[in-house]
């Protein structure tokens, strides 16, 4: 019913750049906000940065001045700017959707994770 779906992960050089898109489609009514996540080998996957409707935005510590989130919400589309990329950025990326969607003739909440992309960032 919501498909989440990233591109643009990649290997790249310790202080290159990559830039991840994410998009969501099917029958949502409304997303609230879209976010990054990531999840190294053998690590808990934890938060990069998520961005609100309104245009809230929050950035995990280790990513505030290199990592950019960005979001059209005309096309539910959500952007993760990654410059100055560190191994320790090595891991896969995950978006995620949060709002609501239609099921059948109801709405029910939407928590959608699209299926990971991974960066490589070699030193």
């Known amino acids: 019913q919501v498909q989440v779906v990233e591109s643009g992960g990649g290997l790249v050089q310790a202080g290159g750049s990559l830039r991840l898109s994410c998009a969501a489609s099917g029958s949502i009514i409304s997303i609230n906000s879209m976010g990054w996540y990531r999840q190294a080998p053998g690590k808990q996957r934890e938060l990069v940065a998520v961005i609100t409707s309104g245009g809230s935005i929050n950035y995990t510590d280790s990513v505030k001045g290199r990592f950019t989130i960005s979001r059209d919400n005309a096309k539910n589309t959500v952007y993760l700017q990654m410059n100055s990329l560190k191994p320790e950025d090595t891991a896969v990326y995950y978006c995620?959707?949060?709002?609501?969607?239609?099921?059948?003739?109801?709405?029910?909440?939407?928590?959608?994770w699209g299926q990971g992309t991974q960066v490589t960032v070699s030193s």
């Open positions: 995620n959707a949060l709002g609501t969607y239609y099921s059948g003739d109801y709405s029910e909440k939407l928590d959608s």
